[in-house]
């Protein structure tokens, strides 16, 4: 009896081996279709289909059609001069629905030194990037991500097309390559400096109600300025300024930024003399009953 029940835990403990074996297998089955890309919702590269390469040495594989004749003739020979200059491999890979998958890799020999846009709208955001290690060490991931959802999402490929967008992407990388490295994305959309615009001004919305004497004889609160120093110098500082001259040397949003900090400043100081000022008065006038 006891030999009969090993027997059966053994052969229930082989099939659960194989059933997990199958498992393991189909998993990386399914990775190997989903693709291999930085912070991608879509697909980027499938199973090997060598049949789709080009048969001649191009740093562009338009699938997609995603350029013109004689926009991807000249995005070849940019992409082919700039790695005659500098040792920079930039490669280009538009799908959809067809593609070469990981084949790519052997016909690029791709390296630490490159950097694999791969264009695919059928996860939402068009651009995905394989990027080599040494890429790695002048640009960090969250340089990336950025570069992703800045150029690939739905509103910037409306306004400026797939092959804008690729573009795009493609000259920030190349920027920060001359430039020997970037934390983040060159350039400050106009939606983020609405953000920054709107964070200065509710900083300086703080400002202006925190100085706002509390005592007769006082002018400006410093105390309290000083007390909400932490929230206001974030709004401001961190989310207001750093993000404008982290990516661009223009004066000009600075500027107007700084405009709105004190605009809001004033604003905030005359609606808590409003507010506050009405409140002492109320308050003197049931005293005096």
């Not at 989903?34 to 060598?50: H, Q, R, V, W």
């Not at 390469?53 to 992409?79: G, K, W, Y």
């Not at 990336?144 to 797939?162: I, M, P």
């Not at 400096?193 to 004889?217: E, H, K």
Request: proline fraction near 5%; aromatic fraction near 8%; charge should be neutral.
């Amino acid at each position: 009896m006891v030999g009969g029940w090993r027997t059966a835990a053994r052969r229930l403990l082989a099939d659960l081996g194989e059933r997990l074996r199958r498992g393991r297998t189909a998993m990386v089955a399914l990775l190997l279709v989903g693709g291999l890309s930085l912070g991608a919702a879509g697909p980027a590269l499938a199973a090997d289909n060598p049949e789709l390469l080009p048969d001649h040495p191009t740093p562009v594989i338009d699938l997609a059609r995603s350029f013109t004749d004689n926009q991807r003739a000249r995005l070849e020979e940019h992409l082919s001069q700039v790695e005659v200059n500098t040792g920079w491999k930039l490669r280009v890979l538009t799908q959809y629905e067809r593609t070469p998958g990981l084949a790519v890799r052997d016909f690029w020999n791709l390296d630490e030194r490159s950097l694999l846009l791969v264009a695919d709208p059928r996860g939402g955001n068009l651009l995905n990037f394989n990027v080599g290690d040494a890429l790695f060490a002048l640009m960090p991931r969250t340089y990336w991500v950025e570069l992703q959802t800045r150029f690939g999402n739905q509103y910037y490929v409306r306004d400026h097309g797939e092959d804008g967008a690729i573009v795009d992407a493609l000259a920030a990388v190349e920027l920060c390559l001359e430039r020997g490295g970037c934390q983040v994305v060159p350039g400050l959309p106009n939606e983020q400096w609405v953000l920054t615009l709107a964070t200065s001004i509710l900083g300086g919305l703080i400002v202006g109600f925190a100085a706002y004497p509390r005592q007769p004889g006082r002018t400006v609160e410093w105390g309290w300025v000083l007390l909400l120093s932490p929230l206001w110098v974030i709004l401001f500082g961190v989310f207001g300024v750093a993000p404008i001259v982290t990516r661009t040397n223009e004066l000009l949003p600075l500027l107007r930024n700084a405009l709105g900090f004190s605009g809001a400043v004033l604003a905030g100081y005359l609606i808590a003399q409003t507010i506050l000022g009405r409140g002492r008065l109320n308050a003197g006038d049931s005293g005096e009953g």
